[in-house]
């Protein structure tokens, strides 16, 4: 009877563990100002693509919540990955800006680099995924 339950325990963690999600990146994204419009949320693994949401490795679109809001992207291979956001408060797809080219919607990417002069490059935001496990990332919304 005791070789049938460390058995059966034993099946059981062998199945749970096998059942988590790998290779996952958990996102948190502050700074959200309004309930109102989606957040517009591309990962990136080349730098020819990165910020643009067309061109996106995987992307979500998540429901605006002041305050904070968390994503997850699951089973990513190894590699290298930037991450770019944006809050559509008008619900248009589009990042909105002024006659000079300036973002009137919030903005963020990861590794929080300094970008009120653009954005940044893919190396700024570039972090290295060559886990398997999850890691967790804050973006603050500018």
């Known amino acids: 009877m005791k070789t049938l339950l460390l058995l059966s ?5 062998f199945y749970l563990n096998i059942m988590e999600d790998k290779n996952t990146v ?6 959200v100002t309004s309930d109102k419009g989606k957040l517009m949320i591309g990962l990136y693994n080349k730098e020819n693509t990165f910020p643009k949401y067309e061109e996106v490795y995987q992307g979500q679109i998540i429901s605006a919540q002041k305050g904070k809001v968390n994503c997850t992207f699951s089973n990513l291979p190894k590699g290298e990955y930037a991450i770019a956001v944006w809050h559509d408060e008008n619900n248009n797809q589009s990042l909105d800006t002024n006659w000079v080219g300036i973002p009137k919607e919030k903005y963020g990417f990861s ?4 970008s009120r002069f653009g954005a940044p490059s893919f ?3 570039t972090f290295d995924f060559n886990q398997d496990k999850t890691i967790s990332l804050t973006i603050k919304l500018n």
């Open 26 to 31: 958990e996102v948190t994204i502050t700074e």
């Open 111 to 114: 590794n929080n680099p300094d």
């Open 9 to 13: 325990t034993l099946f059981f963690s």
């Open 123 to 125: 190396k700024k935001a």
